[in-house]
């Protein structure tokens, strides 16, 4: 929203800002998956987004048969053929429990990319936590708002672009070290 914009929608200015974290979170889920998951597109026709806040629409299995419900998940049609998952946590949510408890079963969904998205500001306990209890996070990403809306910022290069640039002996040393 541009300031010659903003003046003339009112409504826009006028929304109240989210009275607790489950808003938030429910808001923020909203728009990062419109943001950077809206499939398909015209370069991937086949991939579907499904965002299982405030109602689970496709939980995935993992490999014990659990059903696991990331916020974010994006399938290859047909067959739903899990492609990524996604957790978006509120500043609160950015713990060792958490981690245990939902970043890493969904991180050892198999073929598929694991992305995290924290506030801004919690990016390196995120990561410190992550590396600490060995949860491979394909991508780690930080959230706010700002006045145009959602601002997303990657914090960090898939693990697979870091190893290829690496020499052969340092791949084998970070083999297993999430990213």
């Given at each position: 929203m541009t300031i010659d914009t903003r003046w003339m929608d009112v409504d826009k200015m006028l929304q109240p800002a989210p009275k607790s974290g489950e808003e938030l979170h429910l808001q923020a889920v909203q728009d990062i998956a419109q943001a950077r998951y809206e499939f398909p597109t015209t370069e991937f026709p086949?991939?579907?987004?499904?965002?299982?806040?405030?109602?689970?629409?496709?939980?995935?299995?993992?490999?014990?048969?659990?059903?696991?419900?990331?916020?974010?998940?994006?399938?290859?049609t047909p067959g739903n053929i899990l492609r990524i998952s996604a957790r978006v946590e509120v500043g609160e949510g950015v713990n060792e429990e958490n981690a245990e408890k939902l970043w890493l079963p969904f991180a050892k969904l198999p073929d598929a990319a694991f992305y995290l998205y924290v506030p801004v500001g919690y990016g390196a306990a995120a990561k410190k936590i992550c590396n600490k209890l060995n949860v491979p996070v394909y991508g780690y990403r930080t959230w706010r708002y700002v006045p145009q809306g959602i601002e997303i910022n990657e914090i960090s290069e898939p693990p697979e672009i870091i190893h290829k640039l690496m020499p052969p002996f340092a791949r084998k040393l970070m083999r297993g070290i999430p990213g």
């Open positions: 086949s991939l579907r987004t499904f965002v299982n806040v405030p109602e689970v629409t496709l939980p995935v299995t993992d490999t014990e048969g659990n059903e696991l419900v990331p916020d974010i998940v994006v399938v290859d």
